[in-house]
């Protein structure tokens, strides 16, 4: 009798100190890049610094690197021909480096948020290419050495594999984005240039497509050193094995991996929505998987992990999409999510 009863105490004992250390592991305490091998990053609006100090105080201690979300955008940066407004940007470096954070560059050449004279330049093809090329060096030189890697060319890809139609595809012609890459290089010859876009995740024919037209420019010495993933993905992937497998592809075609933008959302079709507790553990579980994959690849190649937002409160797909939505790692009072606790545990 009394050995049973000793059995069910330390049985009890037992429960509740898993259940602690779970606990323990789930609050925001100790930070998520204490606990990785690679950088973790999260993109902010400088605005909120002043104005948020929750949002302010988890950028900060949470995270090792930094996207500005905006900030860093042609139309920010260089908002007339001969006029590039730095400040919003510079304070934004600034304050990451005075938490030791890097910064990552995002983004130059897209074909959003291109302040209006961009879109309306006219000029010859070489005209827009040298305009290219001082945006480019301008911007790159200027925040030398404190920024060493960049999105240089975002989203230039079809969901078919096809070369998107931009101002740039129109005026410079196919060959801008290995000119792209090689005016960042002139401008920074240390930094890491990374390719960027979405869907590389999810849709093989868009990735095979990308990946064989970056390659053909690397064969002929276009210095690419990344690509950007950027995993806007949602909790319909929840078997993972496709993002498995585009982590491993990319890697294995030789380019460090950025998973550069990722949020997860629960209600892609943007129906009215109840947030519930058993998609909460998908998007944890999915976001497990993914961190999983991510530790597979090679050290060298794990150029980190990047989320797109800190809380759910000021995701782009809310605003954007005008929907309910709960993609990120910190609830709309900044708690920590069940994906937040797997992904600590994950790390
Ligand atoms: O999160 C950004 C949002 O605030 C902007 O309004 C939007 C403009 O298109 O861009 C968002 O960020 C995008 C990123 O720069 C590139 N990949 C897709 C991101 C979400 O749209």
């Known amino acids: 009798m009394f050995r049973t009863c000793f059995m069910l105490i330390g049985l009890i004992?037992?429960?509740?100190?898993?259940?602690?250390?779970?606990?323990?592991?789930?609050?925001?305490?100790?930070?998520?890049?204490?606990?990785?091998?690679?950088?973790?990053?999260?993109?902010?609006?400088?605005?909120?610094f002043s104005s948020d100090s929750i949002y302010r105080h988890l950028f900060f201690s949470q995270f090792s690197s930094a996207t500005a979300e905006n900030s860093f955008k042609p139309a920010y940066l260089h908002p007339e021909e001969n006029t590039y407004q730095w400040n919003e940007a510079d304070e934004f470096v600034s304050q990451c480096r005075s938490h030791q954070m890097?910064?990552?560059?995002?983004?130059?050449?897209?074909?959003?948020?291109?302040?209006?004279?961009?879109?309306?330049?006219?000029?010859?093809?070489?005209?827009?290419?040298?305009?290219?090329?001082?945006?480019?060096?301008s911007i790159v030189r200027y925040f030398r050495p404190t920024v060493?890697?960049?999105?240089?060319?975002?989203?230039?890809?079809?969901?078919d594999g096809s070369l998107r139609n931009t101002i740039w595809l129109q005026h410079?012609?196919?060959?801008?984005?290995?000119?792209?890459?090689?005016?960042?290089?002139?401008?920074?010859?240390?930094?890491?240039?990374?390719?960027?876009?979405?869907?590389?995740?999810?849709?093989?024919?868009?990735?095979?497509?990308?990946?064989?037209?970056?390659?053909?420019?690397r064969l002929k010495g276009v210095p690419i050193d990344g690509i950007?993933?950027?995993?806007?993905?949602?909790?319909?992937?929840?078997?993972?094995?496709?993002?498995?497998?585009?982590?491993?592809?990319?890697?294995?075609?030789?380019?460090?991996?950025h998973l550069s933008e990722v949020d997860i959302s629960l209600n892609p079709r943007g129906k009215d929505y109840l947030l519930n507790a058993k998609d909460l553990q998908a998007q944890a579980e999915l976001m497990h998987k993914i961190v999983r994959a991510y530790r597979n690849i090679p050290l060298?190649?794990?150029?980190?992990i990047t989320f797109w937002g800190i809380s759910d409160r000021y995701s782009w797909i809310r605003t954007t999409y005008n929907r309910s939505?709960?993609?990120?790692?910190?609830?709309?009072q900044y708690q920590p999510k069940p994906i937040y606790c797997q992904l600590k545990q994950a790390l």
Not at 182 to 192: D, I, N, T, W, Y
Not at 197 to 202: N, Q, R
Request: hydrophobic share 40%; charged share 20%.
């Open 148 to 159: 060493l890697s960049w999105d240089v060319v975002n989203e230039a890809f079809n969901e």
């Open 300 to 304: 060298h190649q794990q150029f980190g």
């Open 13 to 48: 004992a037992l429960f509740s100190c898993c259940v602690k250390q779970e606990l323990k592991t789930c609050t925001s305490d100790s930070s998520l890049a204490g606990q990785a091998d690679f950088p973790i990053g999260a993109a902010a609006d400088p605005l909120l």
């Open 325 to 332: 939505d709960y993609p990120l790692l910190f609830d709309d």
């Open 172 to 217: 410079v012609g196919s060959s801008y984005i290995e000119k792209a890459f090689m005016f960042a290089r002139q401008a920074s010859p240390e930094a890491k240039l990374f390719y960027n876009d979405y869907g590389l995740e999810t849709n093989p024919a868009k990735r095979k497509a990308v990946l064989a037209f970056l390659n053909h420019l």
């Open 228 to 257: 950007g993933l950027q995993m806007h993905i949602d909790i319909k992937y929840a078997d993972a094995s496709m993002i498995e497998e585009a982590i491993y592809e990319v890697a294995q075609n030789g380019y460090d991996v």
């Open 102 to 137: 890097r910064v990552h560059g995002h983004t130059l050449i897209w074909h959003q948020q291109n302040p209006q004279w961009m879109n309306a330049f006219a000029g010859s093809s070489e005209q827009w290419e040298q305009m290219m090329k001082s945006h480019i060096v």
